[in-house]
């Protein structure tokens, strides 16, 4: 009796020793996979490589930097980590707003205009996913680089009516996606990218989708493999 007695502490002992290492080991993988002790991160580089996108892509052309609110910047934790630029097309005159930004991704992730626009002014239309395909800059190859990104309309409740239409979408460098879930899916990486572009609608043409078409493809040598 006195001998199961003292068998006990021995078998708790050793209980707790496996509980810690099986906590001390998880812990140390999700560190390593997502570079949490890491000195060098990443997103400085992304940064700075974020802001070396030409002010010329093909027929569009920027007219200058524009600033986020410094409340949208401070919740967005995106201090030095965005640009927001209003290209034009030189043939057709079309315009558009972009902003491109990278920061910590369980902020990044679940921004969205549902969140920032509307208002008495607009009300949402509509939602839904679009593909954006252009071609694989490979001359080997014919296959096409498939972003999915969101599409979300506001229509101005005034008496002149209007639309506006926004997509966006996150990236990890490499492909844009349209996730239900951002949160989740991206969650083992520090940081990721966002992108919103915006644009007025009209009968003839989705000028933010021409916009994201031509476009693409040379974003997407500005941004980094996320870690």
């Known amino acids: 009796m006195s001998n199961e007695k003292s068998k006990n502490p021995v078998q708790l002992y050793i209980g707790i020793v496996i509980a810690i290492f099986i906590l001390s080991a998880v812990t140390i993988y999700t560190g390593v996979k997502t570079a949490r002790w ?11 490589k974020l ?21 949208d910047v401070k919740a967005l934790q995106i201090q030095d980590g965005y640009i927001s630029r209003l290209y034009k097309n030189t043939k057709t005159q079309s315009a558009v707003y972009i902003t491109l930004m990278v920061g910590k991704t ?19 239309d509509d939602k839904g996913r679009v593909s954006v395909k252009f071609p694989i ?10 972003n999915t990104l969101w599409k979300v309309k506001f229509i ?23 996730d239900d879930n951002p949160r989740f899916k991206f969650s083992g990486f520090r940081y990721a990218y966002k992108i919103q572009v915006q644009a007025a609608e009209n009968e003839q043409n989705d000028v933010a989708h021409e916009f994201l078409s031509d476009c693409l493809p040379t974003i997407r040598n500005y941004i980094l493999p996320c870690r």
């Open 106 to 124: 369980g902020i990044i992730v679940v921004h969205s205009p549902e969140i920032c626009f509307g208002g008495r002014d607009y009300k949402k």
């Open 156 to 178: 101005n409740n005034s008496a002149r009516g209007g639309i506006i239409t926004f997509y966006y979408g996150v990236s990890v460098g490499n492909v844009w996606v349209a």
């Open 51 to 71: 802001k070396e996108l030409p002010y010329t892509i093909g027929d569009w052309v920027a007219e200058g930097e524009s600033e986020l609110s410094e409340l």
């Open 137 to 146: 800059l490979d001359f080997t190859s014919k296959a096409t680089d498939e």
């Open 38 to 48: 890491s000195s060098f991160s990443g997103i400085s580089e992304a940064k700075n």
